[in-house]
């Protein structure tokens, strides 16, 4: 019975010793031969370490070919239908069945890419970052036995595991490494195109505008075919973020009304809150101050999600703070952060130190305790333009209450993140 990577993957899992798991059954070295397929063992040692394992016995298969084909074809329809879907109710459904009804296979392989795609649906959903870090480690025992498209799967879930918690230096990482194998790599067209959208979004963030471009048209190429409008319509907000980023207004706008175009065309009407956020980010770009809390607000109105609302929150505190009302500034801080509170959701952390920090730039305490946790916080999570950001809002603060030693101190702060937030390394590089 070969049942090694199942044993050691729920082992690793539920954090179990060898030593604990092996106590009274067979000893750590014999234990160690299993769970590497070394050898199988005896019907009676595999059903005591699946009991020890709490491993349902009745859900073991056989190698049979024809059931495991079955499994994959299910597997993987499933898998395109969730990614391409983007419906966290589906993504909700389709988990809970394959986790009710998938076989345990003696086919480790077929086994590891169950788990990684699982994985990947529960990074979608966003469940508790710690059991999905220890999900993670866990299959990083495994990672020797994965095939190519596994290995893909596997840097794939650990690049948004990491974005999803903020630690984007880490996430950008295992992206640019997938980037750099990507034409041996054996994707089906739709994933090479999920991907090449995934990467765009990678790249407008970190300003590499014309790269993101490229990839965004190769994405929006493979949607338009296959009139995937909902995803077309994502491409259109994404060129209209190259385009503000370029500066060419004009263009953004007419990419954001395109996606709003599409929306009305093909009753996408659940969109709307990103295009209008959007427009709120075009405007505030431009300076129109008043016209971008308009639309800041026109998508808190349309976002369902209560998670999704705090970005267009926190960008209505920063106009309103331009703007130095300091009512609203508490108003909307305060919103977002008994939203932050309801949803405890450790990923949107850092949106708990921005609504602070805005809520006291405008108090009469000053910033110091909240901008230097803050600033801490941001580093923890490398996150280098918000500690450039609030390093000079800290040193501004110190200089305007005439504690001069101190705003020089983060003036320089600032300075040096301000230089890795670049990518430069030298002022002449600027």
């Given at each position: 019975?070969?049942?090694?990577?199942?044993?050691r993957?729920e082992?690793v899992?539920q954090?179990?010793?060898?030593?604990?798991?092996?106590?009274?059954?067979?000893?750590?070295?014999?234990?160690?031969?299993?769970?590497?397929?070394?050898?199988?063992p005896?019907?009676?040692?595999?059903?005591?370490?699946?009991?020890?394992?709490?491993?349902?016995?009745?859900?073991l298969?056989k190698?049979?070919?024809?059931?495991?084909l079955?499994?994959?074809?299910?597997?993987?329809d499933?898998?395109?239908?969730?990614?391409?879907?983007?419906?966290?109710?589906?993504t909700?459904?389709?988990?809970?069945?394959?986790?009710?009804?998938?076989?345990?296979?003696?086919n480790?392989?077929?086994?590891?890419t169950?788990?990684?795609?699982?994985?990947?649906?529960?990074?979608?959903?966003?469940?508790?970052?710690?059991v999905?870090k220890?999900?993670?480690?866990?299959?990083?025992?495994?990672?020797?036995?994965?095939?190519?498209?596994?290995?893909?799967?596997?840097?794939?879930n650990?690049?948004?595991?990491?974005?999803?918690?903020?630690?984007?230096?880490?996430?950008?990482?295992?992206?640019?490494?997938i980037v750099?194998?990507?034409?041996?790599?054996?994707?089906?067209?739709w994933?090479?195109?999920e991907?090449?959208?995934?990467?765009?979004?990678i790249y407008?963030?970190?300003?590499?505008?014309f790269?993101a471009?490229?990839y965004?048209?190769?994405?929006?190429?493979?949607?338009?075919?296959?009139l995937?409008?909902?995803?077309v319509?994502?491409c259109y907000?994404?060129i209209?973020?190259?385009?503000?980023?370029?500066?060419?207004?004009?263009?953004?706008?007419?990419?954001?009304?395109?996606?709003?175009?599409?929306?009305?065309?093909?009753?996408?009407?659940?969109?709307?809150?990103?295009?209008?956020?959007?427009?709120g980010?075009?405007?505030?770009?431009?300076?129109?101050?008043?016209?971008?809390?308009l639309?800041?607000k026109?998508?808190?109105?349309?976002?369902?999600?209560?998670?999704?609302?705090?970005?267009?929150?926190?960008?209505?505190?920063?106009?309103?703070?331009?703007l130095?009302?300091?009512?609203?500034?508490?108003?909307?801080?305060?919103?977002?952060?008994?939203?932050?509170?309801?949803?405890?959701?450790?990923s949107?952390r850092?949106?708990?130190h921005?609504?602070h920090?805005?809520?006291?730039?405008?108090?009469?305490?000053?910033?110091?305790?909240?901008?230097e946790?803050?600033?801490q916080?941001?580093?923890?999570?490398?996150?280098?333009?918000?500690?450039?950001?609030y390093?000079?809002?800290?040193?501004?603060w110190?200089?305007?209450?005439?504690?001069?030693?101190?705003?020089?101190?983060?003036?320089?702060?600032?300075?040096?993140?301000?230089?890795?937030y670049r990518?430069?390394?030298?002022?002449?590089?600027?």
């Amino acid at each position: 019975m070969k049942i090694g990577h199942l044993i050691r993957a729920e082992r690793v899992r539920q954090e179990m010793k060898q030593i604990v798991l092996a106590k009274g059954i067979c000893t750590p070295s014999y234990l160690s031969k299993i769970e590497r397929n070394l050898i199988e063992p005896s019907d009676e040692i595999a059903l005591l370490l699946m009991n020890r394992l709490a491993i349902d016995p009745s859900k073991l298969q056989k190698n049979d070919e024809q059931t495991e084909l079955e499994f994959k074809k299910l597997l993987m329809d499933t898998y395109k239908t969730v990614i391409t879907s983007r419906n966290d109710e589906l993504t909700k459904d389709k988990l809970s069945y394959l986790e009710q009804n998938s076989p345990l296979f003696e086919n480790d392989s077929l086994h590891y890419t169950y788990l990684l795609i699982t994985l990947r649906f529960r990074l979608i959903l966003r469940e508790d970052i710690e059991v999905l870090k220890n999900e993670i480690e866990a299959l990083q025992h495994s990672v020797d036995q994965f095939d190519a498209y596994q290995l893909y799967l596997f840097q794939l879930n650990k690049a948004l595991f990491y974005y999803g918690s903020g630690i984007r230096k880490k996430a950008n990482a295992y992206f640019e490494d997938i980037v750099s194998k990507l034409d041996i790599i054996p994707l089906s067209e739709w994933e090479r195109a999920e991907f090449n959208y995934m990467i765009a979004i990678i790249y407008t963030s970190e300003g590499n505008i014309f790269t993101a471009i490229d990839y965004i048209r190769k994405a929006m190429d493979f949607f338009l075919k296959n009139l995937q409008m909902n995803r077309v319509l994502d491409c259109y907000i994404i060129i209209g973020i190259t385009r503000k980023r370029s500066e060419q207004f004009e263009e953004s706008l007419d990419a954001y009304s395109k996606a709003m175009q599409i929306c009305e065309d093909f009753n996408l009407h659940d969109e709307k809150g990103i295009i209008y956020h959007n427009i709120g980010t075009l405007n505030s770009t431009m300076g129109n101050s008043e016209q971008s809390i308009l639309y800041f607000k026109k998508s808190i109105d349309s976002k369902k999600e209560e998670s999704e609302k705090l970005i267009s929150i926190f960008c209505l505190i920063m106009e309103y703070s331009k703007l130095n009302d300091k009512d609203l500034v508490n108003h909307w801080a305060n919103i977002g952060l008994a939203i932050f509170h309801k949803l405890n959701d450790e990923s949107l952390r850092s949106y708990y130190h921005h609504f602070h920090l805005f809520k006291a730039l405008h108090s009469e305490e000053g910033l110091v305790e909240t901008t230097e946790a803050a600033i801490q916080y941001f580093k923890e999570i490398q996150d280098f333009r918000y500690i450039h950001k609030y390093c000079i809002a800290l040193a501004e603060w110190y200089y305007q209450n005439r504690k001069y030693k101190l705003s020089s101190i983060y003036y320089r702060e600032a300075n040096r993140y301000g230089y890795i937030y670049r990518k430069v390394e030298k002022w002449e590089d600027l």
